[in-house]
């Protein structure tokens, strides 16, 4: 997954993070007194590349726990990975001058799921919007109001309502709201994540739209993440599969629903309640999701594989390219 | 399924709420029947009652809700006005409840057994501790929990969340019910974790012939379960009939527009969603006439008037003036657009 061209937005390679639980002093003294108690690790994403195309949308899915909001975060510049490297237009993050840093910084914004949460209760709508835009010099103060009434315009919100504070609106338009604080500054990349989850239905599509037409409008990138496969599969160009930390297979959307690959995206896209399916009889994929504090060895899909085998317990499976465009990591391909 | 008595009718339910900043009225007139072993999905989008309906119906109307009207018939027996006393002997006994967040159900510090055998016990004093045990370790091994026996001994902290939510409808199944209403019991779980639910729940339905109520704001939940569909909008159900009808030819265009929002199905990838516009209204404020004429593309001057249920099309509740009858998508497509 290197292929080298202009076409590249961002791409991330052999990314890792770790979270680890340090030992307190009794843990420690425990340890020194030969107790067998350890720090503990969380391999929330485990050696991930991914590629996404300028002008694509590339949908993130999994389960919680996968690591999918990991690895959105640290696309966002929010988090730092333990290893690896992202390359945004071909210039690695780490290898930037400060000042290339912060354009980069700038360019990729990110949209929370919660929109509650994600909103200064304190602040106006107009400074939550205006905050960035004025503090990286892009607005002057005394133009402010005409800046954010633009940007409220353009995600729909009413710009009459810009001295309102967050609570007096609803979950949908705050969602705008936040919408508009990332589209302030221009960015060229918005990671989303979960970024319609909190929305009743009549809403989701009402921001779903929004998304698809800032899209064409701005000419966005983006990495949609979402635990939805219906929602990822209407928006996105691309779909990368993520399990426990790692990720299982990419594909192009259509191919991916068509003829998934992977056991485990296989068994994702049977359990997705369908509007056309009726009456189902539900076979549900067997077991739980492992703990990412102590996940399975070799693959670690395999505790629920229907297919796995004698090989899947010991090896770790390698993501390759199976086809054109197309990556899984399963080792019942190599037969 | 439908051929005996339903196992619940509820005729003309009206919850109202009296709060300080004045009457919201959850509930206001909303009727349907569930037969034995049937499954009815409650759709609506929040605020549309359609939980206040399943507290209703199980008696847990806290003020300064009250039920002001309407009857709720169990078997035929009207529960609304029921003494406390004798409603408790139904409720967790023939009538059940799932919650969306298990721990709703679950007391943090009360193990699993201990939990699961008051259940039983509370409407049984005959049954000793061994049998009561036994029937606890068969219900969790009914829901798919391994090794039962053990997990009975744990805290409900000591599951995670899909495990959690199986135990709450091992506790709903304990005494058999007749009925269980399950309100929104999938939306926090994982896609793969709420398959497992949706299949203990349907084996469940199918064996033991216990009707239930679905409710869910996800349309796609209930299209794979259901048998019949209700779907509710500020306190109204608005459409209801049977799931194939009611998804595939949706008359009232509430229901017209939901579906029409919803990715997958009739909309093609990449495609711009049908946006019913604005927002639900607060049931504080519900406009005069039809609660949904401010956001539809069909509201004139007589939806000023609230609408009675019709039957527009052969078995199909629905409450509009100008229901979506005969025309081709693209007309009413182009409509919308």
Not at chain 1, 56 to 81: F, Q
Not at chain 2, 290 to 318: H, K, L, Y
């Amino acid at each position: 997954m290197s292929t080298q061209n202009d076409d590249v937005m961002l791409e991330v390679r052999d990314i890792t993070k770790n979270f680890v639980k340090k030992l307190d002093l009794a843990g420690k003294i425990a340890q020194k007194l030969g107790s067998s108690i350890r720090e503990e690790v969380v391999h929330a994403v485990d050696g991930v590349n991914i590629i996404i195309p300028k002008g694509g949308v590339v949908g993130l899915v999994g389960e919680s726990g996968c690591g999918k909001s990991t690895l959105g975060r640290m696309i966002a510049g929010i988090l730092p990975p333990t290893s690896g490297d992202i390359v945004y237009k071909g210039v690695s993050l780490t290898a930037m001058s400060p000042e290339e840093a912060k354009r980069a910084a700038l360019q990729i914004q990110m949209i929370f799921q919660d929109p509650f949460a994600s909103l200064n209760p304190r602040m106006r709508v107009l400074d939550i919007i205006g905050e960035a835009p004025v503090a990286h010099g892009m607005a002057k103060q005394s133009e402010l109001h005409e800046y954010v009434s633009e940007v409220m315009e353009r995600v729909g919100l009413d710009p009459e309502y810009r001295r309102r504070y967050p609570h007096q609106f609803s979950g949908g338009q705050r969602q705008r709201i936040g919408i508009a604080r990332a589209l302030a500054v221009n960015p060229e990349f918005l990671v989303c994540d979960e970024a319609i989850a909190a929305l009743d239905v009549s809403i989701q599509a009402q921001v779903i739209n929004l998304f698809m037409d800032l899209r064409e409008d701005l000419d966005l990138t983006y990495l949609f993440i979402s635990h939805d496969l219906s929602v990822v599969e209407h928006i996105s160009d691309r779909v990368v599969i993520m399990y426990l930390g790692r990720v299982v297979e990419i594909a192009e959307t259509d191919e991916l629903f068509a003829k998934p690959n992977h056991p485990y995206t296989t068994a994702l896209l049977n359990e997705v309640p369908r509007l056309d399916q009726r009456g189902i009889d539900y076979q549900p994929v067997k077991g739980e999701i492992p703990s990412p504090l102590d996940p399975p060895p070799g693959c670690h899909f395999h505790p629920r594989c229907p297919h796995a085998t004698a090989r899947c317990q010991m090896e770790r499976p390698v993501l390759r390219e199976i086809a054109p465009k197309r990556w899984s990591a399963c080792h019942l391909n190599d037969d | 399924m439908t051929d005996s008595a339903p196992t619940l009718e509820v005729r003309d339910l009206k919850t109202h709420f009296f709060t300080k900043a004045g009457l919201a009225k959850a509930v206001d007139g909303v009727s349907f029947t569930v037969g034995k072993g049937e499954v009815m999905g409650l759709v609506g989008e929040s605020g549309s009652g359609k939980s206040v309906t399943g507290f209703s119906i199980i008696g847990l109307v806290d003020p300064p809700g009250e039920v002001v009207g309407g009857e709720v018939l169990y078997n035929g027996k009207n529960l609304v006005g029921l003494p406390e006393e004798e409603m408790r002997q139904l409720r967790g006994n023939r009538v059940a409840m799932i919650f969306q967040d298990p721990m709703m159900t679950l007391n943090p510090v009360l193990r699993v057994d201990t939990q699961m055998m008051e259940t039983i016990k509370a409407h049984d004093s005959s049954v000793n501790d061994a049998e009561a045990f036994q029937r606890c370790r068969d219900a969790l091994g009914q829901v798919g929990i391994p090794a039962p026996e053990e997990r009975l001994k744990s805290y409900p902290h000591q599951f995670s969340g899909g495990m959690r939510q199986r135990v709450a409808i091992a506790i709903a199944l304990l005494n058999k019910p007749d009925l269980i209403i399950a309100d929104e019991p999938t939306t926090a779980l994982d896609v793969t974790i709420q398959g497992q639910i949706l299949y203990e729940a349907q084996k469940l339905c199918r064996e033991t012939g216990t009707s239930m109520i679905w409710i869910t704001h996800d349309l796609a939940v209930v299209a794979g379960l259901a048998d019949k569909i209700c779907v509710m909008y500020g306190g109204r159900v608005v459409e209801q009939g049977s799931i194939d009808d009611v998804l595939d030819n949706p008359v009232h265009p509430y229901t017209h527009g939901l579906l029409g929002s919803v990715p997958g199905g009739n909309n093609k990838r990449g495609n711009r969603l049908y946006q019913i516009p604005g927002m639900a209204p607060s049931l504080l404020n519900l406009p005069q006439g039809c609660a949904f004429q401010a956001r539809c593309p069909r509201g004139d001057a007589a939806c000023n008037i609230e609408p009675e249920i019709t039957n527009p099309v052969e078995n199909r509740d629905v409450r509009c003036f100008h229901p979506h009858l005969g025309e081709s998508e693209d007309e009413s497509e182009g409509a919308n657009a």
